[in-house]
C-alpha cells in the first residue's frame, strides 16, 4: 500500500474514530487488500501455498482507485467499516487466479463474490452506527487515490492484544 494512500486513510479514521466509539480500528500500516483469506495453516501448507502462487507468473501492473466507504454485512448490522477498491478487471482476474491456484490444495473456493476493500474498522457489537452513518451522507463515493498494483504478497497474521500483527512471508511480483 502506498505511503500517501495510508495517510489518507489515517485521516479518514481520524475523522470517522469519534463516530463510533465501539469500534476496533485498524492501525494504518496494517491496512491492506485481501485477495484471498486462508486461516490458520501448517508450515507444509505455507510451502504448498507459495508454490501454487509462484505457478501463477507475472502479470502486467494495473492500477485501482480506492473510493467510497461501506459496511459489511450491510449498514443495518455491521461488522466491519471499509474503504472501497474499485474490481477492475485485471484486479478481479488477479483474485480469480489466487482462488483457482488454491483450489487444488483443498482451500475451499469463496461462495461470495470478490468485493475488494480496505478494512478501516470492526465493530464490536452488531449495531447500526447512526453517527457514522451521518458523516458518511455525501460522502460514500468520495475518491481516497489510486494505487499501481505490481505485485502480492502472502502475510502472516498474528492476533495480539494490540490487534493483529503483519509479516511478509512470499513476494509475487
Do not use: N
Not at 498494483?149 to 509479516?167: H, K, N, R
Amino acid at each position: 500500500m502506498p505511503e500517501e494512500i495510508r495517510e489518507v486513510l489515517a485521516a479518514e479514521q481520524a475523522r470517522f474514530k469519534g463516530a463510533a466509539a465501539d469500534a476496533g480500528w485498524t492501525r494504518p500500516e496494517g491496512i491492506h487488500l485481501t485477495l484471498k483469506f486462508l486461516g490458520e495453516i501448517s508450515d507444509h501448507q505455507v510451502a504448498g501455498v507459495k508454490r501454487a502462487l509462484r505457478e501463477i507468473g507475472r502479470f502486467e501492473p494495473f492500477r485501482v482507485q480506492v473510493k467510497g466507504f461501506g459496511f459489511f454485512p450491510e449498514a443495518s448490522r455491521p461488522h466491519v467499516f471499509w474503504a472501497g477498491v474499485d474490481v477492475s478487471p485485471p484486479l478481479a482476474q488477479l483474485a480469480a487466479r489466487v482462488e483457482t491456484s488454491l483450489t487444488p490444495l483443498g482451500f475451499v473456493p469463496d461462495k461470495r463474490a470478490f468485493s475488494p476493500h480496505l478494512t478501516l474498522a470492526r465493530f464490536r457489537l452488531s449495531c447500526r452506527q447512526p453517527k457514522l452513518e451521518a458523516l458518511l451522507e455525501g460522502h460514500g463515493d468520495a475518491v481516497l487515490g489510486d494505487l499501481e498494483v505490481s505485485e502480492f504478497f502472502l502475510w502472516e497474521s498474528t492476533l495480539t492484544p494490540q490487534g493483529a500483527q503483519y509479516q511478509k512471508v512470499a513476494r509475487f511480483p
